[in-house]
């Protein structure tokens, strides 16, 4: 893996995000390389290689995070804030120490090493910390995305953060017809997060690559997610099983032309 050690000019960046005003990524790149990020688009403007090969490290992120910023700050859009490296580094939580603690502040990873700063998320005028859960294991893990932290570590990082009252929710994503299973993960997740919020996996976004695997290993999947007619009923079928299961949904994201959220009441 290799490590790129950077200064950046500020660290909250404008966000195109639905709901997000800005961004705020003290790494850029991914040591959890999951197949179908969509961050990786950011590798055309970075000459280190192919996504999930190296870690851009902005080490003046502290000091810039100090600034009042209005609206909501997303952490983080092109990195998992808690990744391996952050275990030694230490970035982003020196990142969270120097910030301004009025900003309003929303954090998603997938590492349970996010339960470490439960001190200083305490300090935060206003503040929720999200995993993502996926229902990914065994052989479709491997596949999708085989470095990350299993499902059981991240929804017992869920239950640790309601545990000491730090507003926390469930993203369901990416949701692949037939294999990300709903049922199990609300199961399993009903009563320790605030809300559920969901996404359907954006094909486009995920890039050639990950298309190829998915037609490879889940053609069923691979053939409703291609199909405008198939996805659709899809769709429509997701939004019924999320009514009937009576939880807080903030909205499904659907990539199609553009970025829709339909809201699920
Ligand atoms: S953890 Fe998030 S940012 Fe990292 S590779 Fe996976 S999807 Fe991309």
């Not at 179908?36 to 590798?43: G, Q």
């Not at 999320?242 to 699920?264: C, Q, S, T």
């Amino acid at each position: 893996m290799r490590i790129i050690k950077t200064t950046a000019k500020t660290i909250y960046t404008k966000s195109g995000i639905p709901g997000v005003d800005y961004a705020l990524n003290q790494y850029v790149g991914c040591q959890f390389a999951c197949k179908y990020c969509y961050a990786k688009f950011i590798c055309k403007w970075k000459p280190y290689g192919d996504w999930g090969t190296w870690v851009e490290v902005k080490t003046n992120a502290p000091e810039l995070a100090r600034k009042r910023v209005h609206g909501e700050v997303f952490m983080s859009s092109l990195s998992d804030p808690y990744q391996p490296i952050e275990r030694e580094l230490k970035l982003t939580r020196k990142t969270l120490q120097m910030m301004d603690k009025r900003n309003k502040l929303s954090i998603l990873t997938k590492s349970p090493l996010v339960v470490r700063d439960i001190d200083l998320f305490k300090l935060f005028d206003d503040i929720e910390v999200g995993l993502t859960i996926n229902s990914f294991e065994g052989k479709e893990k491997q596949i999708i995305e085989p470095f990350t932290p299993s499902q059981k570590l991240r929804i017992e990082a869920l239950k640790t953060l309601k545990d000491e009252g730090i507003k926390n929710y469930g993203f369901i994503s990416p949701i692949i017809p037939g294999i990300t299973d709903i049922e199990a993960i609300i199961k399993e997740t009903k009563g320790i997060v605030d809300y559920h919020s969901f996404e359907v996996l954006n094909l486009k976004g995920a890039g050639r690559k990950f298309v190829e695997i998915l037609k490879e290993n889940f053609p069923e999947s691979y053939e409703i997610m291609i199909n405008e007619d198939k996805f659709w009923e899809f769709v429509k079928e997701l939004i019924a099983l999320i009514k009937h299961l009576d939880i807080k949904a903030e909205g499904i994201e659907v990539h199609r032309e553009g970025w829709e959220v339909i809201e699920v009441k």
